[in-house]
T-cell receptor, first 111, second 117 residues
Framework: EDQVTQSPEALRLQEGESSSLNCSYTVSGLRGLFWYRQDPGKGPEFLFTLYSAGEEKEKERLKATLTKKESFLHITAPKPEDSATYLCAVQARGATNKLIFGTGTLLAVQP | DTGVSQDPRHKITKRGQNVTFRCDPISEHNRLYWYRQTLGQGPEFLTYFQNEAQLEKSRLLSDRFSAERPKGSFSTLEIQRTEQGDSAMYLC???????????????FGEGSRLTVL
């Protein structure tokens, strides 16, 4: 069964303290892996798509990387406004358009 | 605002009542999705439309749930005979896609929160 596991469940950082979030996945053929950010009471906001092992994407203080079994979201010198839940999702190959989401990592960045 | 719009934002109902949610996607988007999210969980896929055709439904979508997108624009999600377990945030998303490209880059609305008493 296709599955996504994210760790840690919650992470508290000081402003400027870099860290990484992990997304492990099991899927019957990966079409794409996606990172989303979700603020409280809002819908998820798309961040990145990764298609193949070795691929990297960057946006401001965020960098996403992909291997054959997991993805990392690296946060460099975070700011309080980076506080949110970060969701990872995968899409399997085949005739499906659904995303399978993990439970997310709740990130809190303290000033 | 040209984002995905959902209505109502909040709905409180009694068990056994029917509820309907509406989603207006980004105007040029041909793909529309419904997801459900409970507290502390990631969104769970419910159903997918390409234009007016409902092409994919989750096994989670019981017979009490029905979704439509009659003219390929807005969509409705109806839940009949609501149960307490239906309490969740119902998220609508849209995207623009031809073949399989960018099918995971979804634009989500702010959701409709359902509470069943």
């Amino acid at each position: 069964e296709d599955q996504v596991t994210q760790s840690p469940e919650a992470l508290r950082l000081q402003e400027g303290e870099s860290s990484s979030l992990n997304c492990s996945y099991t899927v019957s053929g990966l079409r794409g892996l996606f990172w989303y950010r979700q603020d409280p009471g809002k819908g998820p906001e798309f961040l990145f798509t990764l298609y193949s092992a070795g691929e990297e994407k960057e946006k401001e203080r965020l960098k996403a990387t992909l291997t054959k079994k997991e993805s990392f979201l690296h946060i460099t010198a975070p700011k309080p406004e980076d506080s949110a839940t970060y969701l990872c999702a995968v899409q399997a190959r085949g005739a499906t358009n659904k995303l399978i989401f993990g439970t997310g990592t709740l990130l809190a960045v303290q000033p | 605002d040209t984002g995905v719009s959902q209505d109502p934002r909040h709905k409180i109902t009694k068990r056994g009542q029917n509820v309907t949610f509406r989603c207006d996607p980004i105007s040029e988007h041909n793909r529309l999705y419904w997801y459900r999210q409970t507290l502390g969980q990631g969104p769970e896929f419910l159903t997918y439309f390409q234009n007016e055709a409902q092409l994919e439904k989750s096994r989670l979508l019981s017979d009490r749930f029905s979704a439509e997108r009659p003219k390929g624009s807005f969509s409705t999600l109806e839940i009949q005979r609501t149960e307490q377990g239906d309490s969740a945030m119902y998220l609508c998303a849209s995207s623009l896609g031809g073949s399989w490209s960018n099918t995971g880059e979804l634009f989500f609305g702010e959701g409709s929160r359902l509470t069943v008493l």
